[in-house]
């Protein structure tokens, strides 16, 4: 658990900075469609539930992506080689 707790407090790079951001609008913009006071149609309320979990998504991927990661999702500098030894 502490080593997703790391993950989360680690340095993210800038476009995972920019699609936290985007996924959080995302998210307000589908609680306002969903929270509204007046009576929607059924399309917009069902297009504000996808936005609010395409946001929650996009937001909670982007902030455990940190600069330590590679393309392929091993840590940069080291990690295991199969044997038990750190590289």
């Known amino acids: 658990m502490s080593k997703i ?5 680690a340095p993210t790079p800038k ?7 985007v996924g959080l609008v995302l998210a307000g913009v589908g ?9 929607l149609p059924a399309t917009v309320v069902t297009i504000g ?3 609010v979990t ?10 455990i992506t940190n600069i330590a990661d590679d393309a ?3 840590t940069k500098g080291g990690g295991h080689d199969g044997d ?3 590289s």
């Open 72 to 74: 392929i999702g091993e």
């Open 84 to 86: 038990g030894n750190s």
């Open 15 to 21: 476009f995972f900075k920019v699609l936290r951001n």
């Open 31 to 39: 609680t306002v469609l969903l929270t509204a006071p007046v009576s």
């Open 49 to 51: 539930g996808y936005l």
């Open 5 to 9: 707790v790391d993950r989360i407090k």
């Open 54 to 63: 395409a946001g929650g998504v996009a937001t909670a991927v982007s902030q």
